[in-house]
């Protein structure tokens, strides 16, 4: 009689706990669900409530997106080539500054240029978080970390139509802009002195 190996279904899983994940990948995510979502709604309640017509938010929008398929084939890129912790620290840096523009001129050919680069550098906090977290999380946990991943993201993208009309609401002008602001620049001071080490 043939003898059955039962131990194969009796292999005890393991898993990871959400607070083994990388704190950098779980707000790389969140931060770009929030800002993919936020945007598109804010841009044009922005373009809108400031004078600008339909067809001017249009470009606007147009430009947004040209530039997350546009830049972000270039970040790619570099991320292949230097530190992706290092990286997203100055791509929260630069959107910050990025995201104050729109504050100091409001010039409808500046503000196309400045939704291009915004849009190629957004992204950038989905596919460089992603990358960091493939190199920090062991393999044998990727499935587990993907899904965390994934669940920040969707968790900013619930967040960020709420924030972003109540935000338009507090002040057409500038609200939406000093927040994405302040929220770039803290990612970028939180995650320059403070890295999470990871041991399981």
């Known amino acids: 009689m043939m003898d059955i190996d039962l131990s194969a279904g009796n292999k005890k899983i393991e898993k990871m706990p959400l607070n083994k994940m990388p ?27 400031n004078n600008f017509s339909e067809m001017e938010v249009l470009y606007f929008l ?51 240029i400045i939704f291009f680069f915004i849009g190629g550098i957004v992204p950038s906090f989905y596919t460089v978080g992603l990358n960091y977290t493939v190199e920090e999380v062991e393999k044998k ?26 935000l338009m609401d507090l002040n057409k002008e500038n609200g939406y802009w000093i927040f994405a602001a302040g929220l770039c620049f803290c990612f970028f001071f939180l995650f320059k002195y403070y890295k999470k080490k990871i041991s399981y």
């Open 141 to 166: 946990f990727m499935a587990q970390a993907n899904g965390y991943f994934t669940m920040m993201y969707g968790a900013g993208t619930i967040a960020g139509p709420i924030l972003g009309t109540t």
């Open 23 to 49: 704190t950098l990948s779980l707000f790389s995510a969140f931060v770009y669900g929030l800002f993919e979502s936020s945007i598109m709604v804010a841009l044009p309640l922005y373009g809108l409530r």
């Open 62 to 112: 147009t430009s947004f997106v040209l530039g997350g398929i546009i830049l972000l084939y270039f970040i790619g890129h570099l991320a292949d080539k230097v530190m992706k912790y290092k990286l997203l620290l100055i791509i929260s840096f630069l959107l910050g500054l990025l995201f104050i523009l729109p504050i100091a001129a409001m010039n409808f050919f500046f503000l196309v």
